[in-house]
């Protein structure tokens, strides 16, 4: 394997990272992906991609982390200087998934923009309803969204069924729904100086 | 058997010595019982409990707890928040009797969510533990950018600015803020205390602040500290 690159990668993004893969016919990456629970728990989120970092150590001829910052302060970072290993640029997957300029102009937009993607919108019972405690302690929606005015849906795929899903979320947090296509080509761009601009494959091989 | 169980569970908060009151108050303080937390207070007051000491010893006390363990991952969110409603019941008994009271605040401090960013809970929580433990706090809310800061604080005749942030992309803010107290010619007039999930001791170093909060309790904890050296 030592031809190849490993992406560590969040879960809550697998299904956009097979798909660009396969897109880009990208053979030599392999992924292993991280619980996307750790969304709600970013302080947990650096000493999972060490441990992770740690057992694949000298198996692949590279590491890379498909994580932003993702709320880690700072902290996934300082894990990553000590490996020599990169990360996808930005602070979080909305960046990424939207691209970091027309990002910024959305938050700038709305400050109180809650965001969904693809997987957030498929799994916002379990990480959002459920993962906040919303279900069992609904008081808790108001304290969680009192000051968000718009939810804002990136999505990666053109599919009316999850925007139906997303227009549904908005209304059961009270919340104004926004539309915004992203597709996958923000996310393939930041990708491609590392896992394939960077990468020299054994000689004999191409890519 | 389940009966009997049930009944030996049973606590009644009145028949409680005050020791044992204020030890179950912090319990009930951790598991959120706002119903609790209220008749309780209002034993200690009816038993001649001078209001601020219920708050200092029954509420924020049992609110400490609260924050450790949510500094160390064993509490989330939802049982913060939790918690926080439960404290916020028995603050609703004492605020008029303190208030009544005159006590002179120890120390006046204005907290406020930095502009770019609308998460208030760590600043709502941080603000009702100042105020517990003696200081009139003053909420600017969140979204807010240098100037109304710095006007509020000068308007309030503050000690403390207590700034927070819950984005990596919001936080550089804050040395906006500082910068802007320096161009104003006051920084050196106000303390500066910042927090939030994603800073740290480094960060709050890097742009001049005069502390970092990791939790609820230590800003308490700092703001008394750096109140009586001021």
């Not at chain 2, 319990?27 to 207070?41: F, K, N, Q, V």
């Not at chain 2, 105020?131 to 807010?144: K, P, Q, R, S, W």
């Amino acid at each position: 394997m030592q031809d190849k690159i490993l992406v560590i990668a969040c879960g809550a993004i697998a299904g956009e990272l097979v798909h660009i893969k396969k897109l880009n016919q990208w053979d030599h990456i392999d992924f292993q992906c991280l619980p996307p629970e750790l969304h709600n728990r970013p302080d947990q989120i650096p000493l999972a991609v060490k441990a992770k970092v740690e057992s694949e150590a000298g198996l692949y001829g590279k590491i890379f982390v498909a994580y932003a910052d993702c709320g880690t302060g700072g902290a996934l970072d300082k894990v990553l200087e000590e490996h020599g290993i990169e990360r996808i640029p930005g602070a979080h997957c909305y960046e990424f998934f939207t691209g970091s300029e027309q990002f910024q102009t959305l938050s700038e937009a709305e400050a109180g923009s809650f965001y969904l993607t693809d997987f957030l919108t498929r799994h916002f019972e379990r990480l959002v309803i459920r993962g906040l405690k919303i279900d069992r302690l609904p008081h808790l929606k108001s304290v969680y969204f009192n000051n968000y005015k718009r939810l804002v849906y990136l999505a990666q795929s053109d599919s009316e069924k999850l925007q139906a899903m997303a227009r549904q979320h908005a209304d059961t947090l009270g919340l104004k729904y926004e539309y915004h296509y992203c597709g996958s080509e923000p996310l393939s761009r930041v990708l491609k100086p590392a896992l394939v601009q960077g990468y020299r494959p054994p000689t004999g091989q191409a890519h | 058997m389940t009966d009997e169980y049930e009944n030996d569970e049973e606590i009644i908060l009145s028949e409680l010595p005050d020791d044992e009151l204020i030890e179950q108050m912090h319990d009930d303080i951790y598991d959120g019982l706002a119903p609790e937390i209220a008749e309780g207070t209002q034993i200690l007051l009816d038993r001649g409990w001078d209001a601020s000491d219920v708050l200092e010893k029954a509420l924020v006390g049992g609110m400490a707890a609260v924050g450790v363990d949510f500094r160390d991952g064993i509490l989330f969110v939802p049982e913060v928040l939790m918690s926080t409603n439960a404290m916020k019941a028995g603050m609703s008994i004492l605020k008029p009797i303190l208030s009544a009271s005159g006590t002179k605040p120890i120390g006046k401090v204005v907290v406020g969510t930095v502009k770019g960013d609308i998460h208030d809970i760590g600043k709502n929580l941080v603000g009702m533990m100042l105020e517990g433990a003696g200081f009139e706090v003053t909420d600017l809310g969140v979204n807010i950018d240098a100037d109304t800061y710095i006007d509020a604080i000068q308007e309030k005749g503050a000690t403390i600015l207590g700034m927070s942030a819950l984005l990596t992309t919001t936080m550089p803010y804050m040395k906006v803020v500082i910068d802007r107290m320096k161009e104003r010619g006051v920084r050196d007039d106000f303390i500066v205390l910042v927090g939030g999930a994603p800073l740290n001791e480094e960060f709050s170093e890097a742009i001049g602040a005069d502390a970092y909060c990791r939790d609820a309790a230590i800003a308490v904890e700092v703001a008394k500290e750096l109140v009586a050296t001021a």
